[in-house]
């Protein structure tokens, strides 16, 4: 008996799932969202504690300036209007900070603006620095999509991707210092010495340079908004629908399975949620082992410990940057820390609030954690729907590295705990959890120069009808998800009309 009811299931309503469902929506297929959470979004969730909300994924975003390409996505989605922005300081969204040195260097939006400011601090260095600028346009140029061109040459880009982000820093100065600033953000894309390929921080930095901006409010908002348009254009959007299984016959998908056991039916599937867990659930020799054990080894990127500071009330002043600190000494290798020596980098975001501009309501901290450091808590599971204790020895964990990353941080921020009322942690556990990867990864798998396509993942799977989206496709970050958005359209439609339709909008 055929139970379909829908052209296209979506499992997952992340970024990258939500974008398809608008897009495709829009353009007449039924669609219909699956949600394993209570809250859509994925990383675009927000919570509330003491009356603050918290983002889980999206302390900032690029591209948002007018003509630039997440605005012209958000303008042809129809939510560029409605979302409450708020823009940060333009001499300086980024400021570096290092450990025994009392400068702070900063990142400015705009690229001249950027090489002025940055020649402040290293006035002997208008080469290295103008050569870094240049070379981000250049690797963006590269990527037609990214630039929302239809009709781009797909070879275009090999010629950028094998480029190493250390060997071209390195190459441009032989100054630590600015090679250790221009890296210093670098959690933003987790960089990996003598991996990472350049083009991932080219395309983020790239973004925030033209333009940065913080979500009012958090970030949820955007996922409400394309939820709000997928409900117009007749989709449904179903919670607590955890997918289990999806079920294979007569060489295509035919339905999806959720924890309830209820049978979901549709004609195509678009699966947002990690690719190795797509191919685990998946039983069928359509899919050969090699493909799967490629995937399956395929390397996750580091997780995140992140403090959520509450403030006391009108205490603590408000700043519309970002920190990122680095140990000293450690620029390449910021992921190899020791219980002790942690943390080797931190970042600090500060949540922009429509209660005020004057005064910060909290301070978001984020530190790496690797997953074994959580490892003998693995087997426990904890979400707000389905709670569960993960047992005193954790408490205890989670309190003492929030302590002592409170205790580096007011290293550079001295008096911080002052303004403290009381914070909130999450670890890798946390983020695995919520956003159903297998290790609490923060931004899935992990780009390589010198197998640069060994890395791409293609949206397009081996069962003609099973598609893939989200983050570990093409780029992480809103922009990278919203990217992999439109790549799984333009693979699913066939063609790259969308990309045109968002171009003119
Ligand atoms: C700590 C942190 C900070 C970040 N900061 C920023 C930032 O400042 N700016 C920025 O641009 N990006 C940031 N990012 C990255 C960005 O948030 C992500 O790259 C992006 O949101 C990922 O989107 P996605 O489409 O891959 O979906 P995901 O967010 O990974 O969502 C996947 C969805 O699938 C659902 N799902 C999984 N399994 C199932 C199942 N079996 N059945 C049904 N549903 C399922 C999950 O519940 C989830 O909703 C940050 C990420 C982290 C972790």
Not at 168 to 195: C, H, P, R, W
Not at 428 to 443: A, E, F, N, V
């Amino acid at each position: 008996m055929n139970e379909k009811k829908y052209d296209i299931i979506i499992i997952g309503s992340g970024m990258g799932g939500l974008v398809c469902a608008d897009i495709l929506s829009r353009e007449g297929y039924k669609v219909c969202v699956l949600e394993k959470n209570k809250q859509i979004g994925g990383c675009l969730q927000t919570y509330v504690r003491d009356r603050v909300i918290f983002d889980s994924g999206v302390h900032y975003l690029g591209g948002l300036g007018e003509g630039q390409n997440l605005y012209q996505v958000f303008k042809y989605l129809g939510i560029i209007n409605n979302l409450k922005l708020r823009k940060m300081d333009e001499d300086g969204f980024d400021k570096i900070l290092i450990e025994n040195d009392d400068k702070q260097y900063v990142f400015a939006q705009g690229y001249e603006n950027f090489i002025e400011r940055m020649l402040k601090d290293f006035p002997e260095e208008e080469k290295a620095i103008r050569a870094y600028c240049d070379k981000i346009k250049e690797v963006c140029s590269k990527f037609p999509l990214y630039n929302l061109r239809a009709g781009g040459d797909i070879n275009e880009k090999t010629s950028v991707l094998g480029i190493d982000t250390r060997t071209f820093i390195e190459s441009i100065t032989d100054d630590k210092k600015l090679q250790a600033v221009l890296v210093g953000n670098s959690m933003l894309y987790v960089l990996q010495s003598n991996k990472t390929p350049f083009y991932v921080p080219a395309m983020i930095l790239n973004s925030y340079i033209e333009s940065s901006w913080k979500c009012v409010d958090g970030g949820s908002q955007i996922g409400k908004l394309l939820v709000k348009n997928i409900r117009e254009h007749g989709g449904e959007i179903i919670r607590h629908a955890e997918v289990k299984k999806i079920i294979v016959e007569e060489g295509k998908v035919s339905s999806v399975e959720l924890a309830n056991g209820t049978r979901m039916y549709a004609d195509s599937f678009i699966s947002n949620m990690h690719p190795s867990r797509t191919l685990e659930m998946t039983e069928t020799d359509i899919i050969k082992q090699a493909y799967r054990s490629r995937i399956k080894n395929l390397e996750n990127s580091i997780g995140g410990f992140v403090v959520n500071l509450v403030f006391k009330e009108d205490s603590y002043k408000y700043v519309s940057n970002n920190y990122y600190y680095l140990k000293d000494g450690y620029v390449w290798n910021l992921m190899e820390h020791t219980d002790e020596n942690w943390p080797l980098t931190y970042s600090v975001f500060f949540s922009a609030s429509s209660k005020s501009t004057e005064y910060a309501d909290s301070m978001t901290i984020l530190a790496y954690m690797r997953f074994d450091e959580v490892k003998q808590w693995a087997d426990t599971f904890n979400t707000v729907a389905d709670e569960h204790d993960r047992g005193e020895s954790y408490e205890v964990f989670k309190q003492r590295k929030a302590e002592q990353l409170i205790d580096c941080v007011q290293e550079k921020f001295p008096g911080l705990r002052s303004h403290i009322k009381t914070y909130y942690v999450a670890t890798p556990l946390s983020y695995r959890d919520y956003i159903g990867s297998d290790d609490g990864s923060m931004y899935g798998i992990v780009k390589d120069y010198s197998n640069p396509l060994k890395t791409f993942i293609s949206a397009r799977t081996k069962i003609p009808n099973l598609y893939l989206t989200g983050q570990n496709l093409n780029l992480h970050g809103i922009l990278g998800a919203t990217m992999s958005g439109l790549v799984t359209c333009v693979a699913f439609l066939g063609s790259e009309d969308i990309i045109d339709k968002i171009r003119n909008a």
